[in-house]
């Protein structure tokens, strides 16, 4: 799994963790309310909203009836709570010898403490809670001897909060649509992206393998330098990763050195293979590898310096190569990488006139001919690779 992927999963679990450990805050929240109960000691004609439940019972009305006191009183409960209210109950201290002849809305029972306990009657229809901000009436004719005031009112009730009470039950639900949306795009973006990525790995196998083809058909008009053009991209690689080449300019390098001698092609079997020396004619036939090479890959503009490889491959850093006899940094860098690659191969292969060399005389070439047909910074890089074990593995990466 990339990094990218991993800090996005990191990411999503984390908001995820959030929205339920949010909504479990809000469970506990909901099922730790406590009963409220309130003491209110005088009658009061108006809702007090800084209380949370408030009783009013004013007398509306009064007679005399068969010569005791008829009141008629019509109350009110108010939650000014943010939540809904259930079994709400209004226990109140009746005058002495003072009896309810009347009620509506309410049920009432007469404690043995003297007072008298009102409740919401359902059988009358109406709601058993009050709604947050909301009030619910009730009344009664009270019959007594004298005329007086009520005192001690006990409201009791029991908050039943809903969970879209809560302003955080809004929220957590919006980022849960959003973290939904978001995830299921990334699913979805992740599935498109593993079959893009099948499908780059399988054209860049079928470019390799074309190019690998390709290098086959350039080494087998010689069987002394078979391999060689899959060999010296194998080590242009090992030295471009050496100098911090991004993955893309590796395979290209790659690329560049697997055809870096295409030019042979147009060289004569009896001169390419001849086992003795060379005549100058002969020589300066070979030595046209180079520039026809880079006319046959002229066209091949999809990777960036692919001519300058087959072209400037023989140049050297002293400026006596051809075919140009640039020198220095004027030489391209993927020739000067190559050019050392492709020495060491030369060097490192059995020949039809020389076998292979050893590595110490390997490497006592490499530092002689530093700085004059090689880049100094190329050599070095090369005698690290040679001291480690970068190519231990060569027979089998190369075929990969
Ligand atoms: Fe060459």
Redesign the pocket.
């Known amino acids: 799994m990339d990094q990218k992927r991993k800090t996005l999963y990191i990411i999503y679990s984390a908001v995820l963790f959030l929205i339920f450990a949010g909504f479990l805050f809000l469970a506990i929240l909901i099922n730790s309310s406590k009963p409220i109960s309130i003491e209110q000691n005088n009658v009061i004609e108006e809702n007090n909203p800084d209380v949370d439940l408030c009783v009013t019972l004013p007398s509306t009305k009064n007679w005399m009836d068969d010569g005791n006191h008829a009141n008629q009183y019509d109350g009110t409960v108010y939650n000014n709570t943010n939540h809904n209210v259930v079994d709400w109950a209004v226990t109140i201290k009746l005058p002495e010898h003072s009896r309810i002849n009347d009620s509506w809305n309410i049920i009432y029972e007469n404690n043995a403490d003297g007072t008298t306990t009102i409740r919401n009657n359902p059988e009358q229809g109406f709601n058993d809670f009050i709604a947050p901000g909301e009030d619910i009436t009730f009344g009664f004719i009270l019959f007594s001897y004298e005329n007086e005031e009520f005192t001690s009112f006990k409201i009791d009730a029991t908050p039943d909060p809903r969970i879209t009470d809560y302003p955080l039950f809004y929220i957590l639900c919006v980022l849960f649509v959003v973290f939904i949306s978001c995830a299921s795009v990334s699913v979805a973006f992740s599935f498109k992206e593993k079959q893009f990525d099948i499908k780059r790995e399988r054209d860049r196998q079928i470019i390799v393998q074309s190019m690998k083809t390709f290098s086959n058909f350039i080494d087998a008009k010689d069987e002394y330098t078979r391999g060689h053009s899959l060999r010296v991209a194998y080590y242009t690689r090992k030295i471009a990763q050496k100098l911090d080449f991004d993955e893309d300019a590796l395979d290209n390098i790659y690329y560049i050195a697997l055809l ?2 295409v ?2 092609i147009y060289i004569p079997d009896e001169i390419l293979m001849k086992p003795g020396k060379l005549t100058d004619d002969e020589m300066n036939i070979i030595k046209t ?2 520039t026809k ?1 880079a006319t046959i890959l002229k066209d091949f503009s999809s990777i960036p310096f692919i001519m300058d490889g087959a072209e400037y ?2 140049e050297r850093f002293d400026g006596t190569g051809y075919p140009s006899g640039l020198k220095g940094e004027e030489i391209p860098l993927v020739a000067r990488i190559i050019g050392v690659a ?1 020495a060491y191969d030369a060097m490192n292969s059995n020949r039809c006139y020389r076998p292979a060399f050893p590595k110490e005389k390997i490497i006592e070439e490499l530092k002689k001919y530093s700085g004059l047909q090689f880049d100094p910074d190329i050599v070095k890089i090369m005698l690290e690779l040679l001291q480690g074990e970068a190519f231990a593995n060569i027979e089998s990466e190369i075929n990969e």
């Open positions: 870096h001698d030019g042979k590898h180079t090479g491959h023989h492709d």
